[in-house]
């Protein structure tokens, strides 16, 4: 007997609408194993788990790769990954784009920022920014709650939550806009490149064709996702209907380029493009039943 596919599932509000979808489409008797996005990507490289949504910095492991061009992008700002700024901060949020934009430098950079423990591709990002902005390296703290006169990084569902207590945030996908005139891609869908089953293909079909389903979805009707056990997230109603549009799970190739300059690494350009090629394929409809691996 096979062992059942083992899948992580990022706990975020962000990914809600695409598991709708994707359990719809297969994966009933898949494993799942639920966390934020450091503990999958670690899980992953332990060989913990087969595939899963992860940071998209796990690219640059020898033995993880592209499953298919899925993942989690910033339509326009994010608005669940930002710096929120103290009241006392020397640098306001339009200074910071203005900069970013401008290709200038700023002066008065914060002594510290706070960073979430949560994540890793949201880390990366913040430190890019920050140089190109500042011109040096950020002190990062990961201390269990951050001081109040410190910038602050948040992520996923702790960020919305907490985004009325900040008079002022850098939105990171809208800084990396403004420094490189694409959108963001915070997630990929990895596997271990040990990985095999007969089914891979069809999973990595039901994967594009539950990211098509889910864009289509929240471009129509978010509100097709949403149900009241939601609310156990700690975040409103208005407030989740109002962020899903700015997210989406089908990658193209730009995307994908766009991820390649990010992560500044020549090496990830050949066995990502092929595979991306592979999967940018028309649209057709999935109804096959994946059950294990």
Not at 259 to 264: A, C, E, G, I, P
Request: proline share 6%; hydrophobic share 35%; glycine share 6%.
């Amino acid at each position: 007997m096979q062992a059942k596919v083992r899948i992580g599932k990022i706990s975020y509000l962000n990914l809600v609408p695409f598991f709708k979808e994707l359990a719809k489409n297969g994966f009933k008797e898949a494993e799942y194993y639920s966390g934020v996005p450091k503990l999958l990507n670690t899980k992953l490289r332990r060989g913990q788990l087969d595939l899963s949504p992860a940071s998209n910095v796990c690219l640059k492991d020898p033995n993880l790769e592209l499953l298919a061009p899925v993942g989690v992008k910033a339509n326009g700002p994010v608005k669940s990954v930002y710096l929120g700024l103290p009241s006392n901060s020397k640098t306001t949020s339009s200074e910071f784009y203005q900069a970013l934009e401008k290709g200038k430098s700023l002066q008065n950079p914060p002594g510290s920022i706070w960073v979430s423990s949560e994540s890793e591709a949201s880390v990366e990002l913040c430190k890019k920014l920050y140089v190109k902005v500042f011109g040096s390296e950020p002190v990062l703290l990961q201390t269990e709650q951050p001081k109040h006169q410190n910038w602050q990084l948040w992520i996923g569902d702790e960020a919305l939550k907490r985004r009325d207590v900040f008079e002022d945030v850098i939105d990171l996908a809208h800084a990396w806009r403004k420094q490189s005139g694409t959108e963001f891609v915070f997630g990929v869908w990895v596997s271990r490149k040990s990985w095999k089953s007969p089914h891979k293909q069809q999973i990595k079909e039901t994967l594009l064709e539950s990211a098509r389903l889910a864009d289509d979805q929240i471009k129509r009707d978010p509100e097709a996702y949403w149900d009241n056990s939601l609310l156990s997230h700690g975040v409103d109603k208005n407030t989740v209907l109002n962020y899903w549009p700015h997210i989406q799970y089908e990658l193209s190739s730009s995307d994908i380029n766009a991820l390649r300059h990010f992560l500044d690494s020549s090496s990830l350009a050949k066995p990502l493009g092929p595979a991306i090629q592979s999967e940018l394929r028309p649209r057709t409809q999935v109804s096959r039943e994946i059950k294990g691996p």
